[in-house]
């Protein structure tokens, strides 16, 4: 599975961005999808994920009420809504494919996407 994310940049705190991961392979669209985010001197933790069908998702405890993730699975894409941003949501933001959406919240993922880096000012 390979896996191309976009939608990162500079946003005041408040504000809002989108992040978009397409999936590619043979079985992307079989697998769960889903973000994690490392920021500056911290371990990479995890954000979100969902699993094949869209029908269930896991949220990390800080994203829950601020974050939506969601997958289109015509175009296998999984995107991540981020609203009320805050400067503690600093980080490069990670796509991420596991056979288990559960397995990755527990931080583990079997393929992983190049980051896309988040800057929330204050």
């Known amino acids: 599975v390979q896996l191309q994310a976009s939608g990162g940049g500079l946003v005041q705190a408040g504000g809002s961005l989108r992040l978009s991961c397409a999936a590619s392979?043979?079985?992307?669209?079989?697998?769960?999808l889903g973000w994690f985010r490392q920021a500056p001197g911290k371990e990479r933790e995890f954000v979100a994920s969902?699993?094949?069908?869209?029908?269930?998702?896991v949220y990390a405890e800080f994203a829950k009420g601020r974050f939506t993730i969601s997958r289109d699975n015509a175009k296998v894409t999984v995107n991540l809504q981020m609203n009320s941003l805050q400067p503690e949501d600093t980080a490069v933001y990670y796509c991420?494919?596991?056979?288990?959406?559960?397995?990755?919240?527990?931080?583990?993922?079997?393929?992983w996407g190049q980051g896309t880096l988040v800057t929330v000012s204050s």
């Open positions: 969902v699993i094949p069908n869209g029908r269930s998702t």
């Open positions: 392979g043979r079985t992307s669209g079989t697998y769960g």
């Open positions: 991420a494919a596991d056979r288990s959406a559960w397995r990755m919240a527990q931080g583990e993922s079997e393929y």
